[in-house]
């Protein structure tokens, strides 16, 4: 009797931190899944404002040590909003995740630079550069612009969404 009454109060004992160590792992599951939604765009997989607005301040104090502008590049897509009316949200999303990738593609071919694609509301992507020479932010700048003369490819049809890119040096005066 003595033995299975420690066993019992044991196996009580043990299912008990059994149970706490896997309530904290999924606090730290439910945890991550929550930085996620909070810090990350759904339909893209980007990082949003909230990163965004943290690492500008971080790029322009970058700046200001190396004595050499940091860039700031806005896309916004013009005839997004069309494609969600006629097309609807999933269309749209679908648009987005396409320019998304593309951007990020032509971010990858920046010689030495490094450089952030966020999505920091419906239609607008923005690109921090850290600080260097303006001449590769102005080529990327061009390239994007081009790239948007030509519709944007989605399950087999073309969908007009111009880019409208504009891009400001910042972090030195």
Partial sequence: ????????????????????????????????????????????????????????SDAVIEAQTAGVPA?????????????????????????????????????????????VLYRVAGSVFTVIVQPGAAEEVQVFARKVAEKGLAPWKVDGADYACRPKVAGVPCGVN
């Fill in 1 to 56: 009797p003595d033995t299975a009454q420690f066993l019992k109060v044991s196996a009580t004992l043990l299912s008990n931190v059994v149970m706490n160590v896997q309530s904290a792992q999924y606090a730290a599951g439910y945890e991550t899944t929550i930085r996620s939604l909070a810090f990350r765009d759904y339909a893209t997989g980007l990082p949003n404002q909230y990163p965004y607005e943290s690492d500008l």
């Fill in 71 to 115: 860039h700031a590049v806005s896309i916004c897509l013009d005839g997004l909003d069309a494609i969600r009316n006629v097309h609807g949200m999933i269309k749209a999303g679908l648009v987005v995740k396409a320019v998304a990738d593309e951007v990020g593609k032509m971010l990858e071919e920046m010689p030495e630079k490094h450089a």
